[in-house]
């Protein structure tokens, strides 16, 4: 088992690789950190992989320089929003003689919960026990080392995009570099900036992109919903750029140096000079004019968001926070009390807690690496799996069957 873990965002706007390594304490480390732009991707989907796979590579030669590590194989995220939870049990009969239940027979309860029928377009990305049954007692984390004869496990299986996961493969083996694995990014995402007691007690979780706004929900420790929304901060950027008629480039060095929703009084309402498209002449604008464009667009995101939560009738289960993270809006002024008010919860800005990378920017690439250490175990065991399963695949339904009743009659 390697001691390095690497995990890469592939966002709209940028690719984030992140280099985490484990001490000799067992504790994890970031020493490594890339960062490049990319346009290669919109709506959480590839449309150019040349483009994505240049971005992906650059964003590693960054990391591996200040890691001084060679990156062989990656973990990748998908959004939320183009996956799909399932519910779906697995039972099998305990092999051993004396009845003790063994990491091997928590490995067969799994795979025997994957055997589902899905569609053709979709592939299992993640299998998240919900709780264990041994003998008809449930609610067990961990069966391990417990005696039964029958274990059974109640799993949610999440399944996405086959056209989505295999063009973000393609562009990672084409950058030189092999897939390790998949996450699913508000999983990932809620390791770098979530508590276990939001997760446990009921949280939202809000990744505001360049181009896609994440949604999820989690309750009693587990996803129970996520969506996607194709909406984020380069919306922002593109309303500056036609509201006041100058280029995106303009418009978002103007976002960043003056992003604010909340409007000044008329003494604090100045006028700056802004350049005309292609340079040609400049205009005032009073800053007021700018947090009206950005405070619109602003509010549509965080109602809409609302609107969605609201409809899948999760709203309910948030008990203690919205968090919302990203680069969408985060470094916006008085986005947070904005988000407040639309949503009358209580509302938090989430950071991941390490030094360097203490931004919402890497907040994704961070709980990459966060998810995977802290399902190690369970996931550096799956990497093998995931080329077995593609063989699977080919023979069809009837082997997967036939290992059923393998299970049972071992």
């Known amino acids: 088992m390697s001691d390095i873990i690497t995990g890469i965002d592939i966002g709209t706007s940028k690719v984030c690789t992140i280099i985490g390594q484990c001490d000799k304490n067992g504790e994890l480390r970031i020493i490594g950190i890339g960062f490049y732009p990319c346009n290669g991707m919109k709506k959480g989907v590839v449309v150019d992989i040349e483009t994505t796979a240049f ?15 060679k990156v ?25 003689d004396d009845k003790e239940i063994t990491k091997q027979d928590v490995e067969r309860v799994l795979q025997a919960a994957k055997i589902m029928a899905i569609p053709s377009d979709k592939q299992i990305i993640e299998l998240i026990p919900v709780e264990y049954i041994v003998d ?22 999440v399944t996405g995009s086959l056209t989505a996961v295999q063009n973000m493969e393609k562009c990672i083996k084409k950058a030189g570099i092999d897939v390790s694995g998949i996450i699913v990014e508000p999983l990932a995402t809620a390791e770098a900036v979530m508590t276990r007691d939001e997760r446990e007690l009921g949280a939202a979780l809000i990744d505001i992109g360049a181009g896609i706004t994440d949604i999820s929900v989690f309750n009693s420790g587990n996803l129970v919903y996520s969506a996607l929304i194709p909406v984020g901060g380069n919306h922002i950027t593109n309303d500056l750029s036609i509201g006041l008629k100058i280029s995106y480039e303009e418009a978002e060095n ?4 003056y992003g604010s929703v909340i409007k000044l009084n008329d003494e604090n309402d100045e006028v700056i000079k802004i350049s005309n498209i292609a340079n040609r002449s400049s205009q005032d604008i009073r800053l007021n004019d700018i947090i009206d464009i950005i405070e619109a667009r602003v509010s549509e995101i965080l109602t809409i968001s609302y609107e969605q939560l609201k409809k899948s009738e999760t709203f309910d289960l ?93």
């Not at 519910?87 to 051993?96: P, Y």
């Open 55 to 69: 971005s992906i590579k650059k964003s590693i030669e960054q990391a591996e320089r200040m890691a001084n590590q």
């Open 72 to 96: 062989t194989s990656v973990y990748i995220k998908i959004p939320g929003g183009l996956t799909d939870i399932y519910r779906n049990k697995g039972i099998v009969a305990v092999t051993r």
């Open 136 to 157: 008809g007692y449930g609610e067990i984390r961990d069966p391990v080392g417990m005696a039964g004869i029958r274990l059974e496990v109640d799993a949610a299986i």
């Open 254 to 257: 103007i976002k960043k140096k």
């Open 318 to 410: 948030i008990s203690t926070n919205i968090v919302i993270t990203g680069g969408g809006i985060a470094f916006i002024k008085g986005s947070i009390d904005l988000a407040k008010n639309i949503f009358d919860k209580n509302v938090r800005l989430g950071v991941p807690d390490v030094i360097g990378v203490s931004t919402p920017v890497y907040s994704a690439g961070v709980g990459i690496v966060r998810y995977v250490y802290a399902n190690r175990k369970y996931l550096y065991g799956k990497q093998n799996e995931q080329s077995k399963e593609k063989n699977k695949k080919k023979n069809g339904i009837f082997l997967r069957i036939k290992e059923l009743f393998n299970d049972f009659w071992v």
